[in-house]
């Protein structure tokens, strides 16, 4: 692990929150690179430096001494591909020598689940950087999966019977945080993070149902009926293409294959939907 503290975007959210804590609790030093100091965990051996990926100055400071860097991808936004190169240039110009991106299951330039062809640009635009690389290519989250019903107990998209092998964010966070604390065993590789099993909508409703002990059923959208049962929202164009492109993705297959990388990165299986369901 060395001595360089390991830094971490993203831990006043979900997952970045649960990596600095499983990092605090192996007793590594972090910076937590935030944008509002008043928000971040307070943490032992912990430091919080104010930084955005916007602000090049800042990160270049926050980053300056850092020996692998945490990476989480920027809030969804017409706009993340150029915060991403900004912060990614900030990072090499800091001498950060090992990035760590959270990236998605197949990202690629043609990717269906519209969201992944950034994470392939980002990480393309990592590997062009120079920098040591780890991609943890994640899963939709079983938290998703969990809340696709409607208030009516219906989850409705265009995912006909493929399948998903969705993950639990606190085992991708666990698996992330192991992977920092010994970043040359994971240098230039990826890894698929998923759950343990390949569920269809059909069997997610099914298991919601049986855990919640209330009716969920899902029912195959057309493409069109998805857009249209979407258009009250007011979003934008991309959103709604992200938003229907979830289930298209589910459709073909894309995240069906189950991965055994967080287990063997581990050594504890992943948790399935039912699990995280009697957790929750």
């Not at 999966?145 to 966070?173: E, M």
Request: aromatic share 8%; hydrophobic share 40%.
């Amino acid at each position: 692990m060395g001595t360089s503290p390991i830094a971490v975007t993203g831990s006043t959210g979900r997952l970045g929150g649960m990596v600095a804590h499983h990092l605090a609790g192996a007793g590594a030093t972090q910076r937590l690179l935030v944008r509002d100091p008043s928000r971040a965990p307070q943490l032992p051996h912990a430091g919080v430096h104010p930084f955005s990926y916007t602000d090049r100055q800042a990160s270049v400071d926050a980053l300056d001494g850092v020996g692998v860097l945490f990476m989480v991808s920027a809030p969804e936004s017409p706009d993340r591909l150029d915060l991403h190169r900004s912060f990614i240039d900030a990072a090499v110009a800091a001498g950060v020598p090992h990035i760590v991106y959270t990236s998605f299951v197949g990202a690629a330039a043609d990717a269906t689940f519209t969201l992944a062809r950034d994470h392939h640009v980002t990480e393309e635009y990592i590997k062009a950087s120079g920098v040591r690389r780890t991609f943890l290519r994640d899963s939709f989250y079983l938290d998703l999966a969990a809340n696709l019903a409607g208030d009516d107990g219906v989850i409705r998209g265009p995912a006909g019977q493929g399948r998903c092998a969705f993950v639990a964010h606190t085992d991708v966070a666990r698996t992330a945080a192991a992977v920092l604390l010994s970043p040359e065993q994971h240098q230039d590789r990826q890894y698929d993070l998923t759950g343990p099993q390949a569920l269809t909508l059909s069997e997610v409703a099914e298991t919601v149902s049986a855990v919640r002990g209330r009716p969920v059923v899902f029912h195959d959208e057309t493409i069109e009926e998805a857009y249209a049962s979407r258009a009250g929202y007011g979003a934008p164009g991309w959103q709604l293409d992200a938003w229907v492109s979830t289930y298209t993705a589910i459709a073909g297959n894309v995240m069906a294959p189950v991965s055994p990388a967080i287990e063997d990165i581990t050594g504890t299986a992943p948790m399935s939907l039912a699990e995280y369901l009697e957790q929750a």
